[in-house]
Structures are given as structure tokens and as C-alpha cells.
């Protein structure tokens, strides 16, 4: 995105979570803080190169957003300014009604999302830094496109992966510990890095609960407990 191309863009700050799609199946989850109907600057310590094409995935309100766009300029540490290619109009019109700030009345050619969820064409690996995605976001991602694969949490504060079987949790392991403690200890991590690949091995399950988030809400609330009976 050139300078000019900014200022001429009417630009608001609207922050969600985006799915980034790059050359070689490189994947990308991050976070979009300045937005325009021109294109919008991505949060990221990981950049793509100026040039590179990619897919992204985001949502505004309750419309799915899934588009090509280039990358026009990075900073370093910082992240990429990006350029929209091909918004079709019913994207269009979700922007313009979240930039003049009126309902977005529902298109019928709108494709009708089955189970009210729509899964991605998913790369075989996600990258991303915990400053800028959540590890209950990146869960999410893993869950809602049900994924099989280990997570690689790398922080100061925990280190260890997470296993999946479609998209649930069903093991955690830390050194020579395993199991719900291990996943509890990566309910904080707030920087640091992850890595998720996709694989067909199927894990032998040290953790049973009916979801991700029933999960990790349970741990999160036993977390509180015994922080406050420490206090």
C-alpha cells in the first residue's frame, strides 16, 4: 500500500484476528489494526516480503472475509501494511456499513455456511507470535477448522506442545510431564512464539474433556482459586 494509497482511503482502527495465507502454504495467524476498503496493516513480528501474495481470513462483525491482497510494505517488529485485490461486493458492503456505521443487511447470494461455520482450505503449518494471537485464539483456529496436529508453544514461560485430534485437545506434554498441568501452564504464556503442523498420527488421549473452551475455562478457573488462596 503506497502512501498515497492511505491517504487517499478513508482508514479506521477495527482490530480482529486474521488468517494469512502465503507462498509455499506458509500460515500466518495475526492480528489487523488499521483498516481501510483499500486494505489494512497487519500486527505481526513475522512478515511476509513486499510483493508477496496472500490469502486472507478475517471476519467484520459477522461477515466472513476471505480475499487475496499484496504485501505492499513491512516494518520490521512491527508488521506489514497490505493491499486488497479482490473483495467481492458483498465484502464491500460489509466494510462500507462497519465504516459509515449502519446494519449490514444480509445478501442472499451469500453463501449459506453449514452448522453456521465454514472451514478454510488450511496449510499444513501456522506460525504466529502470542503478542499479538492468544493461545485461547489459536486454539479457536485449530478447533473451528478441526485440525489434527501438535502445537509447539516456545515461551520464557512454558515450553512443550499441545496434541489435537480433530480439532480437540487430547494431550499436552512439557519435558517428562504430561497431561492437564501441562496445559494449564500454557494458560499465561503472553509472549513467545507457536508453532501448529497438521499430521495423521492419532495420539493417545492423557486429556478427556467434552471441549477446548470447557477445557480451558475449568483450568483457568482452578488458576484463580489457588491464586487467591496463595494470597
Known amino acids: ?52 501474495s496472500l490469502r486472507l481470513r478475517f471476519h467484520i462483525n459477522d461477515t466472513l472475509i476471505e480475499t487475496t491482497a499484496e504485501v505492499r510494505y513491512t516494518i520490521p517488529q512491527m508488521g506489514m501494511g497490505v493491499r486488497f485485490l479482490r473483495l467481492n461486493s458483498h465484502h464491500l458492503t460489509a466494510l462500507k456499513s462497519l465504516f459509515e456505521g449502519q446494519p449490514l443487511i444480509p445478501s442472499d447470494s451469500e453463501p449459506h455456511l453449514k452448522g453456521g461455520t465454514r472451514t478454510w482450505n488450511m496449510p499444513d503449518t501456522l506460525l504466529g507470535n502470542f503478542a499479538i494471537v492468544s ?55 503472553a509472549e513467545g512464539s507457536f508453532e501448529f503442523k497438521r499430521s495423521d498420527t492419532h495420539y493417545p488421549p492423557t486429556i478427556h474433556a467434552p471441549s477446548n473452551m470447557s477445557l480451558m475455562l475449568d483450568l483457568l478457573r482452578v488458576t484463580d482459586e489457588e491464586a487467591g488462596a496463595l494470597s
Open 1 to 52: 500500500m503506497k502512501r498515497g494509497d492511505r491517504r487517499s482511503s478513508k482508514r479506521i482502527t477495527y482490530v480482529c484476528e486474521v488468517e494469512c495465507e502465503g507462498a509455499g502454504r506458509n500460515y500466518l495467524a495475526a492480528r489487523i489494526n488499521d483498516l481501510s476498503l483499500a486494505g489494512a496493516f497487519i500486527d505481526s513480528v513475522t512478515c511476509y516480503a513486499p510483493g508477496t
Open 135 to 189: 493461545m485461547f485464539d489459536v486454539v479457536q483456529i485449530i478447533e473451528n477448522n478441526r485440525l489434527s496436529g501438535v502445537l509447539a508453544v516456545m515461551s520464557p514461560v512454558a515450553n512443550g506442545e499441545v496434541q489435537f485430534t480433530e480439532g480437540k485437545i487430547v494431550g499436552a506434554h512439557s519435558g517428562s510431564r504430561i497431561g492437564i498441568d501441562v496445559l494449564k501452564s500454557f494458560l499465561d504464556v
